[in-house]
């Protein structure tokens, strides 16, 4: 008949876990006390996890949850451009505009015949934004109120 830590400790290096984490059933019958008496070997003591007469506790601890990149000027590496690259701040632009003027032509407030135009236009690059698209549109008189 062996001590229940010796018990506890084959149990601990079998499940991989620490001594205080291994524990009995709370309730064992007369046939399963008999049985972790007895038990000597590792073989026994495997057949008493497999039984699951002893099991290892859950682990505890905090959940660490995943930190927030910071993504201020100071923290930037790299050139003027690395955070936005200039091809990617024109497509923002040139879709916007392109976009805006898709609008006026469905709200009826531009003619079809000068949305071809204006779209070349928007292609070259000759609009910095949508407002100096508007007010291109406001001085020739093209857009309707």
Do not use: C
């Not at 699951?52 to 927030?68: F, L, M, Q, Y």
Request: proline share 1%; glycine share 6%; charged share 45%.
């Amino acid at each position: 008949m062996t001590s229940l830590d010796t018990i506890k400790r084959l149990a601990s290096d079998i499940l991989g876990v620490g001594v205080k984490r291994v524990k009995f059933k709370k309730e064992l019958s007369e046939d399963e006390r008999r049985q972790v008496e007895e038990s000597i070997t590792r073989q026994n003591v495997r057949d008493l996890i497999q039984d699951k007469i002893i099991t290892a506790k859950r682990e505890k601890g905090r959940v660490s949850k995943p930190k927030k990149k910071k993504t201020t000027k100071g923290r930037r590496k790299g050139k003027k451009h690395s955070k936005l690259s200039q091809k990617e701040k024109w497509m923002e632009r040139v879709r916007a505009q392109r976009k805006y003027l898709a609008k006026l032509v469905a709200d009826g407030k531009l003619e079809r015949g000068n949305r071809k135009d204006i779209y070349l236009k928007i292609k070259g690059g000759q609009f910095r934004s949508i407002s100096a698209l508007n007010t291109y549109l406001k001085d020739n008189k093209l857009v309707k109120e």
